[in-house]
Nanobody, 115 residues
């Protein structure tokens, strides 16, 4: 089992920034992919960004150039730096961890972009 705990969500004005954090614990393998998904009202959950153990990143087209995903030195943490936020970024953001042992999700953290 892997436990994921997200933090850093909140209310921010358009054009502002937030930094989300996710800490993983439990049965962690060195080879894994961690990332962020989001789900807005009336929409399906979608990939925002992810990062492999080796540092390869992948971003949704809608966030390229604005968001940055990174790992901590311990490799069991992942961050999402969100800049130039837009109202359409409003969603619940979920941390995700995938390895040969399984696919795990955090509870989610609310991000609201509004003036």
């Amino acid at each position: 089992q892997v436990q994921l705990v997200e933090s850093g969500g909140g209310l921010v004005q358009p054009g502002g920034s937030l930094r989300l954090s996710c800490a993983a614990s439990g049965s962690i393998l060195s080879i894994n992919v961690m990332g962020w998904y989001r789900q807005a009202p009336g929409k399906q959950r979608e990939l925002v960004a992810n990062i492999t153990h080796g540092g390869t990143t992948n971003y949704a087209d809608s966030v390229k150039g604005r968001f940055t995903v990174s790992r901590g030195d311990a490799k069991n943490t992942v961050y999402l730096q969100m800049n130039s936020l837009k109202p359409e970024d409003t969603a619940v953001y979920y941390c995700n961890h995938v390895s040969f042992l399984g696919d795990y999700w955090g509870q989610g953290t609310q991000v609201t972009v509004s003036s």
